[in-house]
């Protein structure tokens, strides 16, 4: 129940979505003589809201703090396990083409190679089944599967999750399918902007000795503060991806899924 809330309510709340809404409304409102001057502001809100998140720097306000709060570990020694959650696979293209197809997330399991590579007696764990509503044809854990084939991973080395939708999903499953014992220590790689909220999942579903390691990062640096976009499409685009963040960031902690609002290192 709480995936189905979740992707349904954030699909009217995604501030995109709820911006052009504000705008459709306000038009429509604006047809009547007698909510004229109301359906007017609305219009111009979601315009200005449009205009604020599709090209000033707010986006990056936003993602900036997700995607400075955990560093990368300093040195790659004696690690038992690299998990690496889904989201970087499209599950419904990958089915419909018959070859992986990645997400703008494709990071996660490009630099997983790299880190199998350096560390070649862990094992490879990939978490994700289907974390869409829309029926797709295959799983994520299919889409890596052959990823990891075609960069030379041996299969001996690879666990494939292929049931979790979400990201507590992730941590609760994989912790049954690894059962990982005290002193194994583990990197967990996933999206910079996403790690605050893994870490703490993670922590609260009982794993412990692991260690992040972020990727993907969308953003410079500090920098960044001062950088608008070239074209909306982009600005909103960050803009959603770092709301989302933040929701989920509440809605875990509240929910009991969390161990705090936004974990730190």
């Known amino acids: 129940m709480f995936f189905y809330v979740a992707k349904i309510g954030y699909f009217f709340i995604q501030p995109s979505n709820f911006l052009i809404a504000l705008v459709v409304l306000g038009l429509i409102l604006g047809l009547g003589e007698r909510w004229r001057k109301s359906g007017t502001r609305i219009a111009w809100i979601g315009a200005i809201g449009l205009l604020v998140c599709g090209f000033s720097p707010v986006a990056n306000w936003l993602i900036l703090p997700l995607e400075e709060r955990f560093p990368r570990p300093e040195t790659l020694v004696g690690y038992d396990g690299i998990i690496v959650l889904g989201g970087a696979v499209d599950t419904i293209v990958t089915g419909g083409r018959g070859d992986t197809a990645l997400t703008t997330s494709g990071e996660r399991i490009t630099i997983t190679a790299r880190l199998a590579d350096r560390l070649p007696d862990a094992k490879v764990i990939h978490t994700g089944g289907r974390g869409v509503i829309v029926p797709a044809q295959a799983t994520e854990a299919e889409g890596a599967a052959r990823l990891f084939e075609d960069f030379g991973i041996s299969s001996e080395r690879v666990i494939l999750e292929d049931v979790s939708r979400n990201t507590w999903e992730n941590a609760v ?93």
Do not use: C, N
Not at 186 to 198: F, G
Not at 208 to 214: F, K, W
Not at 240 to 257: C, H, P, T
């Open 173 to 265: 499953f994989t912790k049954e399918l690894v059962d990982p014992k005290p002193g194994q220590k583990w990197l967990l790689v996933t999206s910079a902007y996403h790690m605050p909220r893994s870490m703490g999942v993670f922590e609260k579903a009982g794993w412990s000795g692991v260690t992040a390691y972020p990727v993907d990062f969308r953003t410079r640096g500090a920098e960044d503060k001062t950088l608008g976009f070239s074209g909306a499409s982009k600005g909103l685009r960050r803009f959603d991806v770092a709301f989302k963040e933040w929701v989920g960031l509440i809605a875990y902690w509240v929910s009991g899924r969390s161990t705090e609002i936004f974990p730190a290192p």
